[in-house]
């Protein structure tokens, strides 16, 4: 974060300031006193289960010069009504000030999976065009946006932000406090669609990130999804489009390399490039067409970011992270998180990776709504007819997978009976994936194959 007096903290936020008006803040600003550095401002956000002001004894002792607090507590500090509101308040304050100097650019990307792979690309490829800050993990809510707006420095050249919704207005609040000078948008699925309703809420939705573009912005719009692809109506930027139709396309096919690693031909500005992406699957392969979109619209020669992409392995933990155990059979944990579209993905790259010897640890897709069960049901169908040994349903929430899965599924009810099921078979040369929505936490199942 730029400095930042107290006295400023509480003109941005409508605060006041108990103690020293004039003390900097130079530090990052924190939700979590663990992760406290010296010189950081601590937000104290009242939880459901865990109130942060509790923690601010615990951030001064780590190096904490001052809390964002709704009331009176130790050390420097601002009391603000809302701390989660002040804090967007700060962070939009404050790129506006990064922005006066000008040379920064927003990338906000949206859509109902892949948003995190695409960000560690783009995070990955304009690196090595300039200073990037980008979200640590899935830092892309209220909460996420602007903490990871207030890293962003004087220097920084690029600022990649993930967008995430659960409801119509969300990122359009989110834009507010970051307008994108580029937004994404990747897909629209059926992540969330409990909460959204239908596919046509979520891509009302997801559009906001398009509308909130200026005449100078630019939207990065997937073309092989018509719901995306509308999008184009909606905004008053530039529109570049990605996909098989795009104006970054695809040419022929995506083929994998021995280690399940996507190589396909990208068509730039009428030339042609061979393009590889060191990660796991076949859908990496328009995850990279979004990123090289996104780099031409920010100024990255089309060669130097293709050349970039080649090296950009797996950065956020349990998305596809490839492992091996001292038997010689391999671990795919991609345990962060799970809807229809991202489970299809991940089959189907184990299918690819491990013919006939692919092993599929699946746990509850969280938020599907009332399509729930069939959905569950239609993931199991799918392992089966991609030709997987065995599927193994873990929890009473997956048992439909095991269901539509036929002969070669098996519902478990735990993580433990999960392990013990899959130890008992696995040998050198199989692989399993493991995978669901994040509050099963399955990655307990591989963390333990691992240690076995």
Do not use: W
Request: charged share 20%.
């Amino acid at each position: 974060m730029i400095a930042t007096t107290l006295a400023e903290l509480a003109d941005a936020t409508s605060g006041r300031v108990v103690g020293d008006d004039a003390l900097v803040v130079e530090g990052p600003a924190v939700v979590d006193s663990r992760r406290v550095t010296p010189g950081s401002l601590f937000v104290a956000v009242p939880g459901e289960h865990v109130d942060g002001h509790d923690f601010v004894d615990a951030a001064l002792e780590a190096g904490a010069v001052a809390t964002l607090a709704t009331r009176a507590v130790p050390g420097p500090h601002v009391i603000v009504e809302d701390p989660v509101e002040a804090l967007g308040r700060l962070a939009q304050a404050r790129l506006a000030v990064l922005r006066e100097h000008g040379g920064l650019d927003v990338v906000a990307i949206t859509g109902s999976q892949g948003k995190t792979s695409v960000k560690d690309l783009v995070a990955h490829v304009l690196a090595t065009h300039g200073p990037t800050v980008a979200p640590e993990g899935s830092f892309n809510n209220e909460l996420g946006v602007p903490l990871t707006v207030l890293r962003a420095g004087a220097d920084t050249r690029h600022l990649v932000l993930e967008m995430g919704a659960r409801g119509i207005g969300h990122i359009a609040h989110l834009c507010r406090i970051a307008p994108p000078d580029v937004a994404v948008a990747l897909n629209v699925g059926s992540a969330h669609a409990g909460e959204f309703g239908s596919l046509e809420r979520t891509a009302q939705a997801k559009g906001e990130i398009v509308e909130a573009l200026g005449e100078d912005g630019t939207a990065v719009l997937n073309a092989d999804d018509h719901r995306v692809a509308a999008m184009a109506s909606r905004t008053r930027g530039r529109v570049l489009t990605f996909g098989r139709a795009g104006d970054v396309r695809l040419v022929g096919d995506v083929t994998l390399d021995d280690a399940g690693h996507p190589h396909f031909t990208a068509e730039l500005d009428g030339t042609a490039y061979d393009v590889t992406v060191p990660q796991l699957g076949r859908h990496h392969a328009m995850n990279a067409l979004a990123t090289l979109a996104i780099a031409t619209s920010v100024g990255v020669p089309d060669a130097d970011a293709v050349r970039v992409l080649a090296t950009a392995g797996a950065h956020s933990p349990m998305r596809m992270e490839r492992h091996e155990t001292a038997s010689g059979a391999v671990v795919v944990n991609d345990a962060y998180n799970a809807n229809p579209e991202s489970m299809a993905a991940a089959l189907q790259a184990l299918a690819e990776l491990a013919p006939g010897r692919g092993v599929a640890v699946l746990g509850e897709m969280l938020e599907l709504g009332e399509d729930s069960d069939a959905a569950h049901e239609r993931v199991g169908a799918l392992a089966a007819s991609l030709g997987l040994a065995r599927v193994v349903a873990v929890g009473d929430g997956a048992a439909a997978i095991a269901r539509g899965a036929g002969t070669i599924g098996t519902a478990v009810p735990d993580v433990d009976a999960a392990v013990e099921t899959v130890a008992a078979s696995l040998g050198a040369g199989d692989v399993v994936l493991v995978k669901a929505s994040r509050g099963v936490r399955l990655e307990r199942v591989a963390d333990a194959l691992l240690r076995a």
